[in-house]
């Protein structure tokens, strides 16, 4: 049966509807269009495997940098095993990621901030100056007190510094000083001794003129039962940062008896204040110039150097301590162009890391049950504090700047302090914890993002490969000698030595952004309603505050703070 037509008035009014402006249903696709598109920015922040995957293979150093430029890169993919992931690791922060996103988009053809690639002007008072010396003789075989081994426990950066005071302590008890051994540890699974990372000769003859330094202990020596006689020294034997005095009060007595004394474990164990200034000044010598890397590691290290800045002419005194005598070559027509500048970035976000702080990063039930078995395996003492005592909040922990900072807030930090989405940026650091999907915003705010198993080949990196420390050493050369270097955790060791030797070497050319995490997360905690600007003027105004030179403070360590009389001199201007 036919459908009856409509009224009259009916149809005046679909006509009418009809004929309502388009410019409303324009508006209306604008509005739905603006939702999907922040729902699928949200949503790939958090879902990384939407990306086309892509690893960097090895390129003529002139491309490299280009080429991670225009990549998307599954960044640490390797180095985090995710394929070994159960689940996906939520990302926190995703509204002030997408305001970060946009950001970064509209200051691409802004110009950077003027002090972005550089130190204040007054770090350029400060010169290197350790290698000078005020004695001249060392001890020789025939008035040596007796022999100082150690085993230094711990990774490459807790060995070198047991490895500078050690040297400190030999000249201060008149003693000759073995080789540092170093103990294989279950945690960094490397049996890397000195001579596989430092160039033995070449630090025994630059101290010459300081100790006397053998490779092994005489052979009449080698017999003794150290730990019937009494010459075996533990940590728990000496505290923390003793003072030398201690050293001569309770160390000498069985140096003189026995003839040899031997370290074990030695991270720590020597102050730096009080301490008599040529001591003082030994240290820097050792750290800043006698350790020098096998060659080894100095051509894997140049390559890598190359490979981030481009070739051309960029030697300088840093990359002279660090390569020696490696050339950095040019590649094709030998053309000189300015070489590329890097951001180096030491992302301390490991499992082990993360567990034992007892902070929470946004992952709900499944991190909190995953973390806590962790601490029951690896960290017992502390899954037992937790049953008898009550422990500060994670919310807490987090407002006084005791957690790592997870990825999205350290690129956060970067995005709001200026550098732009085109820069180029290496990352420095072992396992990931979340691994890609953890690593899923900074890679897609900072696409040009490259570490050292995507700069160099499989067979390059085959050497180093099942050796900790040796890549370790790698990473170090990296961030040393990167245009900017930004740290995530004040406390790692390996930040603190690289930090140093861009304050000797750098001459105010070589800034280092040392977050405040407690003011940061007075910031970050106002996620939900924080605009971009005001974010961006809070982070930029505490970054510039911790930039600010200083001279070392008292008892602060010489490794990461060398601006003092003792490591380096003024100069006047």
Known sequence: MPEAPLPLQARRRQRRGWRRPRGLLAWGALVAFFFVMNWWMFSRL??????????????????????AANSSLTTLEEVAGAAKEKRPHKVMLTRLLALAAHALGEAETRPEPKDLWIEPINATMWRPCSDQRDWEASVTEEVTNGYIMISANGGINQQR???????TISRLLNATLVIPKFLYSNVWLDKSQFGDIYQEDYFINYLKSDIRIVKDLPVELQSLDLEAVGSLVNDTDVMKEAKPSLYVKK?????????????????????????????????????????????????????????????????SSLEDNLLGQVAIKSVGNGNTSHASKYLAVHLRFEIDMVAYSLCYFGGGKDE?????????????????????TKLPSAAFLRSEGKCPLAPEEAVLMLAAIGFKRSTNVYIAGAEIYGGRHRMAAISRLYPALVTKETLLSPSELEPFRNFSSQLAALDFIACAAADAFAMTDSGSQFSSLVQGYRMYYGGGDLPTIRPNKRRLASILVNNATIEWKEFETRVRKLIQQTKQVHERPVARSIFRHPRCPECMCRTEH
């Open 251 to 315: 160390i000498l007595p069985i140096l003189l008896k026995n003839k040899v004394v031997h370290f074990i474990g030695f991270g720590n164990r020597l102050s730096f204040d009080p301490i008599p200034s040529e001591l003082q000044r030994l240290r820097c010598r050792c750290n800043f110039h006698a350790l020098r890397f096998v060659h080894k590691i100095q051509e894997t290290g140049a390559l890598l150097v190359e490979r981030l800045h481009g070739p051309g002419p960029h030697s």
């Open 46 to 67: 958090q879902d990384p495997a939407a990306r086309p995957h892509f690893r960097l293979r090895r390129h003529p150093p002139r491309a490299a940098a280009a080429h």
């Open 368 to 388: 909190e049950d995953e973390l806590e078995a962790y601490r029951q395996i690896h960290f017992p003492a502390l899954t037992e504090i937790k049953k008898t």
């Open 161 to 167: 510094v047991a490895i500078c005071n050690a040297v």
